[in-house]
Structure formats: C-alpha cells, structure tokens
C-alpha cells in the first residue's frame, strides 16, 4: 500500500507473477509444513508446495516484467518464475494467504522501493502465500491453513488462485470539525459514550472532562476526546499504580507477613480511621520511593550512578567516565493474544523505539524477551489461539524485528501456566548506550515538530486505550485495528539518521527526541509539549493512503515514528542525512504557544484545542479499595499436577524436573535470535561446550574497554499466591543471576513490570500493593534501585461462556548490571574434575509453590511459601560476589526453580563432567527430608565450583554466611547423590527434551 | 607500515558494518563506512582503498530474498569500479549479508566460472571482464527452514586460493566461527562445483559435524580465481577477541594468548597488501585465466 498516492494507483491492469523452487531444489517451507502437519497427526495431504505470490500495478511492459520476475522475484539458480496463476493440483487443493487492505506488507514495500530504483517505473505491489495441498481435500486445506499459517486478523484466505482485480486505494475525504454532545449526558450515558467510543474512560473521568466543557461552555470535539483518553489511559498514565490505595487484611496464610504496621512508620503510609493502611500515590511512595531514598545524597553510602530515573523512556546509570546505560522493559500482551507475530515484533520494535528516544537518543545493545504462555496440552476457549502457535509466532516476531535490527537478544526466559490461555504475556527489554553528556534533552519553543520514519496508517488505531481494556473472545474482530505488523528497516534506517544526526557535529541536530509509541502522535507530541504546548498541521502527516480523518492520523500508532524537536536553524542539515539514509522526514509543526495549549489544525481549520494544564493535570484521583484476603488468593498457587506414581528415585524426580517446561531447554528459541550481532557477546545464553543454561548475560559494548555490562532477570510466578513473597524472590533471583557472572553487587539497577488482573477488584488491588511493597523493601535491602517500570493492569479473558480467567499475577524483575573486566565474568559450566562443589545460604522446607510441588506426589508437608530474609540475602550475595572477584570461583551458577540437585546437575552436564553430591552436608535444619534438601526453592543459595586449595580462603570470605562443601567434581560422567547414580548424558537428554517438538 | 584503508559499504539495513570495521581496525588497517547511496554518486572513492569490506545485515529488509536489491543495485552502479579494484588486487571481505549479495552481483564465484568469461576479451589479462557473471552460486533458505545462529569447527582446504584463509592452521577444537542466518544453504550446479573445488576456490567448510544449513560439500565460503574476493556465511569479525567465543572460559591462558581466529583471517589480508603481494596476484590471475583457457 505504501506508493499508494502516486499515480499508479489509478486503477491498472494488475500482473499476478508467481515464484516457487526450481527443478531440483528443495522446497523447505513446503516441506516443514508437511512435516509439522505429519507430526501433529494431521490428516490429507502426500505433499505441500510453497508458492511466493506478487500482484504487480503500474505502467510496465514484458520487459519490465521479465526483468521483474526473472532478475528481482527470484532466483535465477535455485528459482523459476511464473506471470499468472499456475494450475490447481488435479488431485488436491490450492490455498492462497494474503494480507488484508491496510496491513504493512514489507515484501511489496521493497519491491516498490527496487522497481523505482532499478526502472525508475512507480508501481504498487501486494503480496501473498500460494499454498498447494496434493492429495488433500479444500476442506482439509483451509484446516493445515487455519491451524499453522493464516490468521485472519490480518490476512484473508481464499481457497483458490486469487487475482485482485484493483488495489483498493483511499479516497481524500471532506474534512469537517466533529463535535461530541457531552455537556447535557447522565452518568449512564457518560459511562456509554466511553465504551461505544473505545474511550476505556471510568464514571469519574468522564465527569471530569464533562466538567472541564461545562467550564468552557461549549462541548468537547472527537479529536479533543480522543487525545483525553489516550493521554488518561492506564497505558499511557498508570493512574492505577499512581492512585491512593486503602488497603486492608482479611486472612493471612502461607506464611505471609502483615504490613499494616507500616501505616505511619513510611513516608506516605497512613493509618485509616478503622485500622486500614492509606497509601498515597503508591507508585511514588514504593517503587521510587526506594530509588529516592539510595540517591539520596546526605546519606552515608548514597548510589551517585543513577543518571535519570522514572522522567524519560528509559532508565539511565552511569557505565564509564564517558558512557551511560538505559534501560527500558515493555509489555505488549493483548496485541500478542490477537496476532502473535505481530503483536510480540512492535512490541520490541516499541521497546526499541523507546530507548532510541531516551535522553538525546541511545544506541541500542541488547533486547531481552520473557514470555507467559499457557502450556501446549491446555484446553483452548472460543477466541484464543492455540499456545502452540502464540509461543511459535511470538519467537518470531521478536526474532525478525531484533535480528534485522542488528540488536542481539541475548537473555530472557517462557513461563507456562494454563491461566495464561487467552492472555498471554509477551515482556520485550531494551539496552541503549548513549555519551553521558546527553543524558538530558529540553524541548524548546519555537522549535519544529519532525517526525522521522514511517508514514501514518490507519494501523494501530486505539492500542493504547485497547490495552487498558479486557479482552474478551470477540476482541480479534472488534480490535483487528490495534493490531500491526512492524517494518523493522524503516526503523534501522532511521536509528542509523538519528545516530548521525546526534553524532555527526559537535551538537546533535535536536534538543529533545521520542518515540511515537501508544497513542501516537498525541501521546509523543503531547508528552513533549506538556509545559509549553504545540501548534500541529495535521495535515502534513505523511501518509500510507489517503482517506484517514484528521483524528485517525492523530491517534495512529502506526510504527517506525520518532518525534523530534528541531531548531530551524538545524532543519536543512537533518533533511540532508535523512536523504542520505533514505528515511522521510515531515514538519509537522511549532513547539509552543502562548497560552501552553494543544492546537490542532488541519489546512488552518482548528479540529481541536486543549489546555495542556488540563490534559495533564485533570486526571482525577480516587481513592482505591485493597483488600488482602490470603485465603481467596491461594487461588493463584500453580496448578499441581496430577499426583503420578513414580519409583519414588530422586534421580527420576530431578529428570522430571529437568524435563518441565519452566526448566527445560529454550535453545530452540534462542537460537532462532541472533544473540551476537555487534560483536559484544561475552557470556552468551547458552555457555559451555554443549549449551548449557547461563545466568545471565554479558557483553562488552565498547570494542576498547574491557568493561561490562550484565543483564538479567527475576521471576518468581510460582509464589503467585502471595505476591509480596513473590516479588522479594523475583528480586533476589535477579541479582543472583548477575552476581553469578562476576556482576559489582553494588552498581545492579533493576526495572518493575507488573502484569496483574483487573485491579478494579479490591483484592487484585491488595495484591498489587503487596507487590509494590516489596519493591520497596528489596530495592532497599539489596540496594539496587529501579530505574524505570511499567505496568499492564486488565490481564484476563472472558470467554463465550461469560467465564473470566485471570493470569496469576507477574511481576518481571529485569537487571543490569557493571561487571568491571569481562575477562574475570564467570559461566555456571564446571571445568575441572577434582574441583569442590560449595553450596551457599541456608535450606529450609517451605516448599510452597515450587517445582517439585507442581510434578505432584510430594511428600514434604511444609506447604508455607519460601521467604527472602532481608538480612541474608543482601549478605550473600555480597560474600559470593566477593568469592567471584578473588577468581578463586571457576564456576559459580544459582539455586532457583527446581532446587540444588537440579542447579548441580545442570553445572555438570554443563561441563561434560561427573559429581557426587552428598545432601547430609547442606546447611539446613537436621530434621528437613532428603526431597527437600535436594529440590527446596529457597532463594538466596548458590552453588560455586573451587579448587581445592583455594576452598580455605573462600571460607573466610564466607563468613557469617551459612555454606558447605556438598560434593566434587570429577571424571565418571556419572552424577551420584547417596545410593543412587545417572549418567551425565541422561540429565542433559531430559533437559534437551523440553525444547523439541518446537 | 602506514596503515592501510579498509572500505565498509553500508547501506539501508546493513547491521554488521560497525564490526567489521572493528575487525579491520584490530588487524591494523583505517576502516571508513561509506552509504551506498553515496558510493554510486562517485564510484571512483572505491579507489582509495586497499581492501574492501561488504558486511551483514539485512540490506534493504531482505524482505523478498536476502541481498536481493543491494545486489541488483551493486550489479548496475558498482560492478565496474569493483571490478577494477580487484584487478588492481585489492582483497575484498563479504561476511553473511555480504555473500548474499556478491553471489547475485556476479562477484563471486568471480570471471573463471562465470557463464559470460567467454564473451570478455579481457580475463585473459587477468583483468576481470567489464560484465558482471550471471549469478552461478545461490545462498537458499536454511534446511532447517529457520534462521540459526551458533557456532561451527571449520576446515580450510589445503588447496585454497584464498588469501584471507590459505596457509591458517586449525589444529584446536576451539578454532571455530560463529554463524547466524536463514538463508545460508550454498546451491549451484554439480559442474560449477567441481570447478570450485579444483580451482581451489573452496575458501572454508563447515565441520562434517557441523553443516547445519545444509550447504552442498559442507562449503562455507568461496573465493574468486584470484583469491582475493572472499564470501562466506560465518562472520569471522565477531571473533577478533576470545571472550567472543562460546565457551572462553574454559580455555586455559596459553590458548588464548594467541590471535582468535577471525583476527587472523583478516590479519592475513591486511598483510598481504601490506606485504606488496599484488605482483603475484597478477600472476595468480593470468595462471587461472590461461588455465581456464585450456579447459
């Protein structure tokens, strides 16, 4: 669609040009859908043929096209081309994918681009899948097709050879100011009116604004609407996050503490006429609070290396005397239940964006991705795709934006619950460099409006206020609109413009950049111009086709766009590299007014006006009711299997375990990611000579600087049932992931990403307050401070049946960290056979949530969730770090899910080497099981490899932090624990088994 | 030795371009990035320079078959200035992206098995003809269908003309190189491919083991006649340093005091146009063209 407004798009005669493998050559696709469709016991088909597709519209003659086809569409060694639709298969079927009118179509958009560069003809171009089934039914066709490829929230199926007869092309359309009666409308109807309209606006809000009109006397226009309810939405404002909460106890279990008494002790924490606790602004007296508090100055020991925190897109922290580091976690999880592919690739391609747009722009490092899906044998309701395919196609995404990016994903993790059926969570994270004198940009009045990058569609429509709704099993239809797919050169090459441009004088062209992200340009725009406000042409916007009303191009969220502000002086040079780099620069208009408003105009006509005092600031800001009732949330406990009767073996046990989902190999997904592109890559995700589970990440940004950076995270889903123990384990689990790579403990920055159930229920709103503080509390005890943080508030599916499943509530904690010399990073494979193996921190049988509950057929009955002791874990993650400095630790890996036999097993297979481990010596109560010493998720516990002769001065480092030599390395290949043995090849086959079949 | 220019050609979607001027830098030439778009504007800057460099990446979205458009751009406005340079011996570095790219824009396998050497009066000076090849050599889709990346053992045939790989040894387990593509399959017709191999323009194999794109005889990458034009799948800039590789930390001091080995692959070029070889390139070339005449 994307030359739409050239000529060409007056209807033509339209040439259907078909490539496919020579004679001879493979069909690969063809036949890994064979494959797959086999695998899955799928009926019909003796083979699969797959066809590329292209619709060719333009003034071209048989030499042009022969060129087209012969030199541009294919291959001349290993492909043939065809102009027209080739015969059906006599005895089979023909099933043809193609996207729909609107949807970004970056094939088509290259050969547009190529036809013009290599022709100089202007042609438009549409493109599609040919699929031939031989031996298969229509019927069962359109199954394979359904099941595996096409989806029809952005694409149409059609049974036969499709031939389009015209590209649909928009038609300009007359522009008039559209008013919105409000002034006169009841409660119901307000509450009406911010349905029908996608406002996603509550009663209080829309009285608000109705107020505000009523002020002014006039009622609201659509485009003054909309802008209210994207800049007012959860995504765009976490009101909920900020409100103040009332917050009450009604049971308690599990272990799980009490915090009323903090009422008056903290800053912002009240004590409520009947005993309740009242936060005020919760966000603000939690999670910042705790960065707050360690920035701050007069205290002794204050971190002085946290640079911007919670102000701009990203976080920032000093790296080196010159350089600094951000940080940015996104979640994009409704478009990623819709459209799996799409959904997970702009929700990285939005992450990136975001710290393109941090400071004075960041270079890109690293992406880190976390996926919550249900697991593949769930029962799936009206409405969701299978989990089969949202994990297949969200590994794609994110793979094909982050690879042709060039930005190495290089950490992340898939948690697999079935309450993550029709809502499942896609985390993307983000790593930028940029000069630390740029931390900081200023918008200046006076300045231009530049946008850079993609052109505007109607794509995308509504995704910020779509993601503060609930889904149901009729969004695919009513939200297609929100949903995108992303065109990840477009945003290449305008990253390579906006690096130019910030590095090319001894200035960067721009006082202030931002991504255009939820909401569009009336987010990126109005963000920006929130204490001097804007003048917008509207009109100016350059667009994918014509037709999108002047709101439509407001609120896109169309992808690719960067916002800038730009004194004039500087417009020329800008539009220069921007040629250069081929990237489509537009003025959109003037930063600054003199009253601070929004002005919106369309060829001079005004289509709305806004005080930005109001936009900002008028958001109300009820109190919200917590309750914390321990008794209904256990509901959020993991789902145990089935108890099955085993031999009762612990090395079955640990097997089984090594085999989960959570466990289990990713190496399918990871290496699908290229985890090395920049050349940076020091500790890669898979470590060891056969690929074995690393910690964390560490790259070395700079090519003349041994200095590091690490990157990590926590997750602790399985302590959902209580998330104040949940998020104190995610934390610490965290920074033992970057401690166990030779991470500083004392320059760890961290980032919240809360994705919880509707919080209009008072006991998802307790439990959100429980995991808020616990941000406080673990930032402060592990003194990592958060530098950024989002949240994702409306995470549950109603199905047909009126039946809503909520997720368990997640909580992501992400991590990066300052490794002083990468050369002295530590991986978790062990190296040499006679080496210790020392286990560090204590055991306990609080068994509650963990792995081995989950197999079933648990015998330990300590049911209590395993809890962070505040002084303990802070302590040994400092005495393990300072073992690792010594170098006398030759691998060190973490306890976590699964417990210590499996983390020792996973440093043997690791390194090809046998152990015996002797589970009498781990430190721990006498009277604890064997299961539980053996598969117990306590936190804070490391397992460190050491020679020998250097185990006596790692005991003194070791000090008053509980630890013991539980077993030793050597050449058997054999792993003993009491009576029982298993080879090593075993345990890294049960491993390996979890990642095939993907 | 004054340090000697190393072209980087960058354009739209071209992501390894940073390093692979790291590399050249680490192996001691003045790497400098040039946009495409500015090259065709003035072919001739390509004649500043002593070795040439065509990184990976995704050039122009690879979105209809990887290399697809930089290639046909490269064919029309850059053939003749490439040409000559490699006339002239200059070695010239296609990593990924880069091999994509130079096997559709008649660069590689270069003159001697190109389909039109005939129809140049020129090759018999060695010269490269004034057309570029049709294309003999393809890079397909991945057997495995997806895109992969990881790290293979690689071999270097004994007979190789190829001036950034003949003569290494690779005695350790751990000289390796990293790959990451979806389209790195080698495809051609079982004649060419025989004439690669006895022409010794087979630059490197993937270990037996190790072939998982699944590329005929295992072959990783290939040179031009000359062995000065040197395309291969691997991406031997991101091993320049050993903490780039795999699993570093298990090797023992004495092993990584000595050079990784995509440093010395590029160390071997940059000492070859330092070392004042280009004499015997020529020689090289008239041998290959006459006994391409004799065939």
Redesign the interface.
């Given at each position: 669609m994307s030359a739409s407004h050239s000529p060409a798009s007056r209807s033509q005669t339209i040439h259907r040009v078909e490539v496919r493998p020579g004679l001879g050559?493979?069909d690969?696709?063809g036949s890994?859908l064979l494959k797959r469709v086999i695998a899955d016991g799928g009926a019909g088909a003796r083979a699969i043929n797959y066809t590329q597709v292209y619709f060719l519209s333009g003034d071209l003659n048989q030499v042009d096209l022969d060129f087209i086809s012969r030199?541009?569409?294919a291959?001349?060694?290993?492909q043939v081309a065809f102009t027209g639709a080739s015969a059906i298969p006599n005895t089979g079927c023909t099933i043809e994918i193609h996207p729909l009118a609107g949807v970004t179509d970056?094939?088509a958009?290259?050969?547009e681009?190529?036809v013009e560069?290599?022709i100089g003809k202007v042609v438009r171009v549409q493109t599609g899948e040919r699929w031939d089934f031989h031996g298969a039914s229509v019927s069962e066709g359109l199954g394979v097709s359904a099941k595996y490829l096409a989806n029809t929230v952005v694409q149409a199926v059609h049974a036969a050879p499709y031939m389009p007869t015209q590209f649909p092309a928009g038609a300009a359309r007359v522009v008039e100011v559209k008013e919105i009666p409000l002034l006169k409308l009841n409660d119901d109807e307000l509450e009406k009116l911010s349905r029908q309209a996608h406002l996603f606006l509550d009663l209080q809000e829309m009285r608000a604004i109705q107020a505000y009109y009523r002020g002014l006397s006039r009622e609201p226009r659509e485009i003054e609407l909309e802008t209210l309810a994207q800049t007012w939405s959860e995504h765009c404002v976490h009101k909920t996050l900020k409100s103040r909460v009332s917050y009450r106890e009604k049971s308690l279990v599990m272990g799980s503490p009490s915090l009323l008494a903090r009422a008056g002790k903290i800053s912002g924490h009240s004590l409520g006429e009947v005993g309740e606790m009242v936060v005020d602004n919760l966000l603000k007296h939690t999670v910042a609070a705790a960065t707050h508090s360690l920035m701050d100055a007069t205290k002794p020991g204050s971190i002085d290396w946290c640079l911007s925190v919670f102000v701009d897109n990203a976080g920032v922290i000093a790296f080196d005397d010159t350089h600094a580091l951000c940080m940015k976690v996104e979640t994009h999880n409704h478009p990623s239940a819709i459209e799996p592919y799409g959904g997970a690739a702009t929700g990285i391609g939005g992450c990136i964006r975001d710290v393109m747009g941090t400071g004075l722009a960041a270079k890109p490092i690293a992406c880190t991705d976390v996926f919550c899906v249900a697991p593949p044998d769930v029962t799936v309701p009206k409405g969701c795709l299978p989990p089969t395919r949202v994990l297949r196609q969200v590994v794609a995404g994110v793979?094909d934006y982050g690879?042709?990016?060039?930005i190495p994903t290089v950490n992340g993790g898939v948690w697999f619950d079935p309450r993550y059926v029709g809502n499942p969570l896609v985390y993307c994270g983000v790593v930028g460099l940029l000069p630390r004198e740029l931390v900081r940009g200023v918008v200046r009045s006076g300045d231009r409006i530049i946008v850079l990058g993609g052109k505007t569609g109607r794509d995308g429509i509504h995704g910020a206020t779509f993601s503060s709704a609930e889904l149901t099993d009729s969004h695919a239809d009513e939200f297609s609109h929100a949903v995108q797919i992303g065109?990840?050169?477009t945003q290449?090459?305008t990253l390579?413009a906006i690096l130019a441009a910030r590095d090319s004088g001894n200035k960067p062209l721009f006082h202030a950049i931002t991504d255009c992200g939820a909401g569009g340009f009336s987010s990126a725009v109005g963000e920006m111009a929130k204490d001097i406000g804007a003048v917008v042409n509207l009109e100016l916007a350059p667009l994918k086709y014509q037709g999108l009303t002047p709101t439509e191009v407001w609120i896109s969220e169309a992808q690719e766009r960067m916002v800038l502000s730009v004194a004039v002086a500087n417009i020329a040079a800008l539009q220069k590299l921007c040629d250069?780099?081929?990237v489509t620069l537009c003025d959109l208009g003037e930063f600054g007014t003199p009253n601070k408003e929004l002005i919106l105009l369309w060829n001079d006509l005004e289509m709305g006006r806004l005080s930005m005092d109001f936009l900002d600031g008028g958001l109300p800001n009820p109190v919200r009711e917590a309750v914390w009732d321990g008794d209904w949330h256990a509901r959020y406990a993991p789902v145990a299997a089935p108890a099955q009767k085993r031999s009762g073996g612990m090395l079955e046990t640990l097997c089984a375990l090594l085999a989960h989902a959570n466990i289990g190999s990713k190496a399918w997904i990871?290496?699908?990611?290229?985890?090395?592109?920049?050349?940076t890559?020091?500790?890669?995700p898979?470590?060891?000579?056969f690929g074995a589970p690393g910690d964390a990440a560490v790259l070395?940004p700079l090519?003349d600087s041994?200095r590091g950076v690490s990157i990590a995270n926590g997750l602790a889903t399985g302590l959902a049932a209580d998330p104040y123990i949940m998020t104190l384990a995610a934390i610490d689990e965290c920074v033992r992931n970057l401690v166990c790579v030779g991470t500083d403990p004392t320059k760890i920055a961290i980032l919240d990403n809360f994705c919880w159930p509707s919080c209009k229920d008072p006991r998802h709103m307790g439990s959100l307050v429980r995991a808020s503080e616990a941000c406080l509390d673990g930032a402060l005890a592990y003194q990592t401070p958060f530098i950024s943080g989002k949240d994702s508030l409306n995470n549950q599916f109603t199905t047909e049946t009126g039946e809503t499943i909520h997720i368990p509530p997640t909580l992501l904690i992400s991590g990066l960290g300052i490794v002083a010399n990468?050369?002295r990073?530590?991986?978790m494979?062990a190296?040499m056979p006679g080496n210790m193996l020392v286990l560090v921190g204590f055991t306990d049988d609080r068994m509650g949530g963990s792995h081995r509950v989950v197999l079933g057929d648990c015998v330990n009955t300590n049911m209590q969730l395993p809890m962070v002791d505040l002084m303990t874990g802070p302590k040994t993650a400092r005495a393990v770090a300072a073992c690792i400095a010594s170098g006398h630790v030759t691998?060190a890996h973490d306890a976590s899910e699964g417990g210590v036999l499996l983390a020792a097993a996973e440093m043997a297979f690791g390194?090809d080497l046998g152990v015996e481990i002797d589970l009498g010596a781990v430190p721990c109560e006498n009277n604890i099981s064997l299961e539980a010493r053996a598969f117990s998720e306590t936190p804070s516990r490391y397992l460190l490899e050491v020679a020998p002769e250097n185990i006596a001065s790692i005991t003194t480092m070791l000090a008053g932090v509980a630890h013991a030599v539980i077993g030793k390395f050597n050449n058997s290949g054999l792993l003993v624990v009491g009576n029982e043995k298993i080879s090593i090849g075993a345990l890294r086959a049960a491993w390996e088994s979890a990642g095939v079949n993907w | 030795m004054k340090s000697l220019k190393a072209l980087v050609i960058t354009a739209p979607g071209i992501n390894c371009d940073l390093e692979l001027s790291q590399a050249f830098a680490a192996a001691g030439a003045k790497p400098e990035s040039i946009l495409l778009s500015r090259l065709i504007r003035n072919p001739t800057l390509v004649d500043q320079f002593a070795l040439i460099g065509l990184p990976g990446g995704f050039s122009y979205g690879d979105d209809i078959a990887a290399g697809r458009i930089m290639a046909a751009l490269m064919r029309r406005e850059m053939y003749p200035a490439i040409a000559a340079a490699i006339t002239r011996g200059t070695p010239m570095i296609c990593p990924c992206n880069g091999f994509q790219i130079a096997v559709q824009a008649g660069l590689l396998p270069g003159p001697t098995t190109s389909t039109n050497l005939h129809s140049s009066t020129s090759s018999k000076s060695g010269a490269w003809p004034n057309l570029a090849a049709a294309p003999t050599v393809a890079l397909s889709t991945n057997i495995g269908e997806r895109f992969h990346d990881g790290w293979t053992c690689v071999e270097i045939p004994s007979n190789t003309k190829c001036i950034w790989t003949r003569g290494l040894s690779l005695k350790q387990d751990c000289d390796m190189l990293p790959s990451a593509h979806g389209e790195g399959r080698l495809m051609t017709d079982v004649k060419t491919l025989e004439t690669l191999e006895k022409n010794g323009q087979i630059a490197l194999r993937y270990a037996a083991k190790d072939n998982f794109n699944g590329s005929m005889n295992a072959v990783a990458g290939i040179c031009d006649p000359s062995g000065l034009v040197f395309g291969l799948m691997p991406h031997p800039e991101r091993f320049t340093r050993w903490t780039q590789h795999p699993w570093w930390t298990r090797l023992c001091a004495h092993t990584r005091s000595g050079d990784a080995l995509g440093l010395s692959i590029f160390k071997q070029a940059v000492a070859f146009v330092g070392g004042g070889e280009q004499a015997q390139i020529q020689i090289a070339n008239r041998e290959s063209a006459h006994h391409n005449n004799t065939t």
């Open positions: 050559c493979v690969v696709r890994s030199q541009l569409l291959d001349p060694v290993t970056p094939a958009e290259s050969v681009l190529a560069k290599l793979r690879n042709r990016m060039g065109n990840p050169v290449k090459k390579d250069d780099h081929g990871i290496r699908q990611y290229d985890h090395e592109v920049q050349g890559s020091v500790i890669k898979l470590v060891g000579k070395q090519a041994t990468v050369e990073a530590v991986t494979d190296k691998s390194g | -």
